[in-house]
């Protein structure tokens, strides 16, 4: 199986393109305002207009308000849904949109139960646990915390690079995998290099395990 790419944290058009043309099968837009990669929906919407057909434009939020993700929606309609904070399965699936949801792996925290509950998610999403903060960490965690064959797709995240994809898609077989911070040159800003290295190294991975 082919490994699915996700580069999250897109701020600029010259960004996107670069994944696209790697081969990136999903931007991801920070819609998060507290985040460093926050990007305003109008010049998220901008970006995801350039996308060619089968590239997915991703919403990532972090406990929005209804208002927030509708306003997002009007921007990019196309657009898939993440939420990373403490939502509520039903309002995940109150947009009439495929959703995503993510959870933070720690030990003792169950997250084939947790997921359970978000059984109308389209795949989980597994990264750090941390505290205060929601996702682009960069740190990796214990990918023996990662459900296997948990009923939906898994999508693994949280201190992917070069150095470890290969190691993470044999341990963990996502369905997809899902980078940032190690693509980049600074918080929002990514590297064209460093993204067509990673999903070099995603598809000699796949190669190795088929």
């Known amino acids: ?20 043309d790697h081969g990136a099968d999903a931007i991801g837009f920070i819609q998060w305002r507290k ?32 208002q927030e993700v509708e306003a997002t929606l009007a921007a990019i309609p196309a657009a898939t849904l993440q939420f990373h904070g403490e939502e509520e399965p039903r309002f995940c699936s109150g947009f009439g949109r495929p959703w995503i949801k993510a959870a933070g792996a720690k030990p003792g925290r169950d997250l084939v139960k947790y997921f359970a509950a978000f059984n109308g998610a389209s795949a989980w999403l597994v990264d750090e646990f941390h505290e205060k903060l929601y996702g682009g960490t960069g740190s990796k965690f214990d990918w023996s915390l990662v459900p296997r064959d948990p009923g939906r797709p898994v999508i693994l995240s949280g201190g992917l690079g070069v150095g470890n994809i290969d190691e993470a898609i044999h341990a963990v077989r996502p369905y997809a995998v899902d980078v940032s911070s190690s693509v980049e040159t600074a918080k929002g800003i990514k590297d064209a290099g460093k993204i067509a290295a990673f999903i070099s190294e995603v598809r000699r991975a796949d190669q190795r395990s088929s």
């Open 35 to 66: 985040s460093p990669r926050f990007i305003e929906p109008a010049a998220a919407a901008a970006i995801a207009r350039g996308l060619p057909p089968l590239v997915t434009p991703v919403a990532v939020f972090v406990n929005p308000s209804r």
């Open 1 to 20: 199986m082919r490994t699915r790419i996700k580069i999250c944290g897109i701020t600029r058009p010259e960004d996107a393109r670069a994944a696209v």
